[in-house]
């Protein structure tokens, strides 16, 4: 019996909704290129190993060597101005915009395409640096979203975009009087391409400790303020980011009135935060929400200021750890894997998502329902 179903057994049935996916583990830097090159690593990879979705971090594709980073709250420029000039477009412009077309072919896409096909055949080894692979590469980039869209159609994999910078008019972003910010952005792209569904993140990291740290992701970045959820092949997702795992409130409404099965968390711990939370937040995200947990994960060093903690991971809804890429294992941790991270990247993990199970654990222990009926006060 696999390790998802030895806690809780399940009904037997010929038509067990049972899917494969891929959780990716970047390292990010300043080189969209050799990020997005990265991800297309992943994507083959995925391909290779039967996976119908992969699943990306926070801050995938847009990490830039002046950047100051804290905790989750996303890459942040030095300026608003910074941060919103290299932002990609308004998502909701490329939804319009997002169709079946396949995206025409130029240098890089033709890097990517190449990087794809070369995983998908490469054998069980995850080489992050296969000579059979372009690493270095140069062409033009229309947006991130636009090639994670490539890649996807490359690939024929739905693929979650777990955190990008997008652009967000004075008007979208509540304030018609403040400069125009930025939406940190989880999309989900289908197959095809297409632009299936989009969450802007709702919390925002906000923090002030004097003598030691004084940052405002509000600053440049405009709060979400609709829960999403949407429908996939692996089941109903939960879009969230990172911060937004530190509010349960937030994910009893995405069960209860979203209907949500799997519950998408992409990240980008620091490594004092990830050996103190990491696990024990995401473990309770699966067990009191009784679903699928997936987080994908950042690690080791972007720049001389930053590393994350990594651990990319999926909880079942009994709370068992399915997959788990590793990271770091104390703060002062540098050796293992590449010199800049203690393990090897970028990587994915695969597991099984089997919506069974998610029927079977709510059946046997009601929480949600009792929930719904409960009445109390002080």
């Known amino acids: 019996m696999d390790k998802a179903t030895t806690a809780m057994s399940i009904p037997t049935s010929t038509t067990r909704a049972i899917s494969r996916i891929a959780i990716a583990q970047l390292r990010s830097t300043r080189n969209k290129h050799t990020n997005l090159i990265n991800i297309a690593k992943t994507a083959g990879w995925a391909k290779r190993d039967g996976a119908k979705m992969l699943f990306l971090p926070e801050c995938l594709a847009n990490v830039d060597m002046r950047i100051i980073y804290h905790k989750c709250l996303g890459f942040i420029g030095d300026s608003a101005e910074q941060t919103v000039l290299n932002a990609d477009p308004s998502i909701e412009v490329q939804m319009k915009n997002s169709n079946d077309d396949v995206l025409p072919m130029n240098s890089f896409r033709e890097a990517l395409a190449a990087t794809i096909q070369s995983c998908s055949q490469s054998d069980d080894e995850q080489q992050s640096e296969d000579n059979n692979i372009i690493n270095e590469v140069e062409g033009p980039i229309e947006s991130i979203v636009a090639e994670l869209r490539f890649i996807a159609q490359q690939s024929k994999l739905w693929i979650s975009g777990g955190g990008v910078h997008t652009a967000a008019t004075s008007s979208t972003a509540g304030d018609a009087s403040s400069p125009s910010k930025i939406y940190n952005t989880h999309v989900i792209i289908d197959e095809k391409g297409k632009i299936t569904s989009f969450y802007h993140k709702i919390h925002l990291f906000d923090v002030s400790i004097p003598g030691k740290v004084n940052l405002k992701e509000s600053n440049t970045t405009a709060p979400g303020q609709k829960l999403v959820v949407c429908d996939s092949p692996i089941g109903k997702l939960a879009l969230t980011i990172c911060y937004d795992m530190r509010f349960p409130e937030m994910y009893v409404e995405l069960v209860q009135r979203g209907g949500a099965k799997v519950i998408l968390i992409p990240s980008a711990f620091t490594v004092p935060t990830g050996i103190a939370h990491w696990h024990a937040l995401l473990r309770a995200r699966a067990i009191e929400s009784q679903c699928y ?40 941790q540098d050796g293992g894997g590449d010199e800049l991270s203690p393990v090897n990247v970028p990587s994915i993990v695969t597991c099984e998502i089997d919506l069974d199970l998610v029927q079977s654990v709510r059946e046997r222990m009601p929480i949600q329902q009792h929930r719904e009926s409960s009445n109390f006060t002080f």
């Open 293 to 332: 947990v997936i987080a994908a994960a950042q690690v080791g060093r972007h720049n001389e200021k930053r590393k994350s903690y990594g651990h990319s991971l999926a909880y079942d809804p009994w709370g068992e750890l399915l997959a788990d890429a590793g990271g770091y294992e104390n703060d002062s």
